[in-house]
């Protein structure tokens, strides 16, 4: 008769554990995001919270306060924010929203091209050319709009959850530090020394990783709000905050709210070709000179890991992979790095002594 001995009986269990716990997550993905997201937060608000309890009179020791405190300054900057710049920028999405079909589709059906070249100076040939472009192309144009408009929609059905992040966030500001802090001392002191490193190492990239994200987001939202005004392009701002916010998507965010501005300057304004150069500029001193400062060695991926991860996510889970991609695979490499270290220090040998011979 078959039996499972202890070891294999173990192995089996272990590998029963991870598959109920990947179907589990995967059904419920979404309430995981949303949780990803508050934890995601609250590491973005954790040293606010910290210098308010150390500093505040009213916060001082009394960490629930001091959560309060940064949450009521948090409101009303923001409601400040939005009072004073609210409606402007509700009025250009709401316009660039209304363009956007009307000019996808007269790009699509090709009829744009010969408004396009009166504007620009093209030539009839190159106005032929354009136009029999789009034509082959109309199918695949089409598509896109179908799929931009099925993410909106996407994005709009599961806006409402956004609003639980920030409640969530509170608890994890108030007590996720003390659990995790509980858990890392548990580990160690059952002698799972490693894990508790892996957990010291995550956490600690993952609350670098938010705040530079968060930091570069706002300069790229500075940066495009300003050189659109400059430069009079329709939506300026709408556009600079779409910059902002698609920053937070390694290297394909960069690529698609530039294409998206090009494209707009192009269709209603003569200067899109300063625009482009400015782009270039603006990536060579964001890659080079402000991620490397501001993001230091928080990740220490190759850009090809990032593309490759980027790539991945998107096909499994969307944009929420795409967004999860990158710290996902940073999380991977701590772990494997950790575990090499700790084989490989544990498989050396110690060296032993050199016995003299008599002479």
């Known amino acids: 008769m078959f039996s499972l001995d202890d070891r294999t009986g173990n192995?089996?269990?272990?590998v029963a554990f991870f598959a109920a716990a990947a179907t589990v997550l995967y059904l419920a993905?979404?309430?995981?995001?949303?949780?990803?997201?508050?934890?995601?937060?609250?590491?973005?608000?954790?040293?606010?919270?910290t210098l308010v309890q150390r500093y505040s009179r009213l916060g001082r020791g009394n960490r629930t306060w001091a959560i309060a405190q940064v949450y009521l300054i948090g409101t009303l900057v923001l409601g400040s924010i939005g009072?004073?710049?609210?409606?402007h920028v509700a009025a250009q999405m709401k316009s660039l929203k209304a363009d956007v079909p009307e000019i996808l589709e007269g790009l699509s059906s090709g009829t744009g091209p010969a408004t396009l070249g009166a504007r620009h100076g093209l030539t009839g040939p190159q106005q032929k050319w354009i136009q029999d472009w789009l034509a082959r192309h109309r199918d695949l144009i089409g598509r896109i709009f179908e799929s931009g408009a099925a993410s909106a929609g996407y994005v709009a059905a599961s806006a409402i959850r956004l609003f639980a992040i920030p409640i969530l966030a509170i608890f994890l500001l108030r007590d996720g530090r003390q659990m995790a802090d509980d858990m890392i001392k548990a580990l160690e002191s059952r002698g799972r020394t490693l894990v508790a490193q892996i957990l010291r190492r995550v956490d600690t990239m993952l609350a670098k990783y938010?705040?530079?994200q968060?930091?570069?987001?706002g300069l790229s939202f500075v940066f495009y709000s300003i050189s659109l005004l400059v430069l009079g392009f329709p939506y300026a701002i709408a556009l600079g905050l779409l910059g902002g916010v698609l920053e937070f998507l390694p290297v394909v965010g960069w690529i698609a709210s530039a294409a998206t501005m090009l494209t707009i300057g192009f269709l209603s304004h003569s200067h899109w070709i300063w625009m482009a150069g400015l782009v270039i500029v603006w990536r060579l001193l964001q890659d080079y000179v402000n991620s490397p400062r501001i993001m230091g060695d928080t990740l220490e991926l190759q850009p090809l890991t990032?593309?490759?991860?980027?790539?991945v996510g998107g096909q499994v889970g969307g944009l929420a992979g795409v967004y999860l991609s990158v710290p996902a695979v940073a999380v991977l490499r701590i772990v494997w790095l950790e575990y090499f270290s700790t084989s490989t220090s544990t498989a050396t040998p110690a060296a032993r002594p050199v016995m003299q011979g008599k002479s």
């Open 11 to 14: 192995v089996v269990t272990t």
């Open 83 to 87: 009072y004073a710049f609210g409606p």
């Open 29 to 49: 993905r979404g309430a995981f995001f949303v949780l990803l997201l508050s934890l995601f937060f609250a590491y973005l608000l954790e040293p606010a919270v």
């Open 214 to 217: 968060l930091a570069l987001a």
């Open 306 to 311: 990032v593309v490759f991860a980027l790539m």
């Open 210 to 212: 938010i705040r530079a």
